[in-house]
């Protein structure tokens, strides 16, 4: 059984609720943890579909659910969007709050491995599993299939949670995604700390390997990934769309990359797109 | 002549820019004052009409550009929003950072007139005169009338500069304003602070007081409000809309105030109903 939500705050919001609940959480060991949710008009007459907006590197729930601009489509489409924490919080790790990529607000959306992140650093089940049951249980969300996207990290996030769980989501996107976290400086300081040196566990948290080794996983559709043309990290190589869209070439899976001439890695640049990704996920969602 | 604007950042949004700029500013006695501008997509071609957003106690010129979700509508009807700061920021005056609804990030558009204020608390003068001369000059922003909008203390801007100024302004708007700020507490905190007991001087910045003394002013066409019923500051008597409504009744100024059921006071509210606003504007806007 799912513990309990209580109720932080709402607020009214585009003829919904934005909501932020907080619950104790078994997943990350015990800790507190705070996620928003978007409630739409037509949540008051019965459960509606749901999207899993995951976010970035130093965010927490709110991040996406105040400069995402994600709600006017959901309320249009009638869609619930949940917005987890970006890791556990205060859990007492030694050095979690010393990098501003590793640690607190950087969970990567593992299931650490490693000692002493493995109690705590859980958000890959925290997503996957605990989040789902609880806001299905006491929310008017719609149990079954659920859309997930994501920006940066929380890109990584979605491409990996969907292609481990065919099952549980129906569609996947991505703003900026980490697509190859297992070559690239961001993903290998954060799975070789929370998983360790072993590469077989890391490359199941790697979505281009997951692509290559899985693929291709037709009951996803396409796979919308937006990357801006400006972002710095693009030229860092942390990001790496390219190498996911060739890999999902190699093995027959549909994917759109879309390249923004101008754009850079901030929200002014996710915003900008944001109701696209809600109807994407709202027509994959309306099939089912 | 104004003096030269430095880009500080700039993103791409919704087709055009988001940018920010640093200037120094005379009319806050010299010190360096940053406003964001959102540049639609039809300002590559020509100047474009403008639209000033002014926003409330604690902000600066990123909270609207960030949590408003104007732009995509800016966007599409093809005009600018300047953001300014709330106040001067390090003018060094002593207790300025001691209150939040006082001093830094609350400047409550006026010009002071007391010491040690008076040097440099003239958001009045600096939104009036010193911000639009410096984007018409360096940014393709149409000269002539604006639209002027604003949040909380920014709607109570909002609203005087319009009053004060309609050889300035074609039309005003505002969310949740301090209507009446001779009357309520965050007003007469802030007045008495920067103006003193003089109530002739206060009064000139309390726009029921200058409906009924200066009003009607049809060249403003309907005055839009927009108000969360479940605004605590609501219920705390800050805000009073309907003593601005009942002197707009009483002197024929046409005045559209609408109490929205269930928001309250934050930028969740704002941006459900900022679509309406930048439309509003830009219909008296295009009629120029």
Known sequence: MPGDLELVSEWRHFGGWMRQYAHESAAVGGLKMTFNV??????ETGPVPVIYYLAGLTCTGET?????????????????????????????????????????????????????????????????????????????????????????????????????????????????????????????????????DDRATRAEYDATNLMLEKGPFPSLGTILVDQGKADKFLDQQQLTPHVLQEACEKKGQSMQLRIHEGYDHSYYFVSSFGEEHINFHADALATL
């Open 38 to 43: 978007y409630l739409p008009p037509q949540a």
């Open 64 to 196: 996406g659910a105040q400069k995402g601009h994600f709600a006017k489509a959901a309320a249009q489409r009638g869609v619930a969007i949940v917005y987890p924490d970006t890791s556990p919080r205060g859990a007492g790790v030694a050095g979690e709050d010393d990098d501003w990529d590793f640690g607190t607000g950087a969970g990567f959306y593992v299931d650490a491995t490693q000692q002493p992140w493995s109690k705590h650093y859980r958000m890959y089940t925290y997503v996957r599993e605990e989040l789902p049951a609880l806001v299905t249980e006491h929310l008017p969300i719609r149990k079954g299939k659920a859309g997930i996207f994501g920006h940066s990290m929380g890109g990584h996030g979605a491409l990996t949670l969907a292609m481990r769980n065919t099952d549980k989501y129906a569609s996947v996107s991505a703003f900026a995604p980490i697509c190859n976290p297992l070559e690239v400086p961001w993903g290998v300081k954060a799975l070789k700390g929370y998983l360790g």
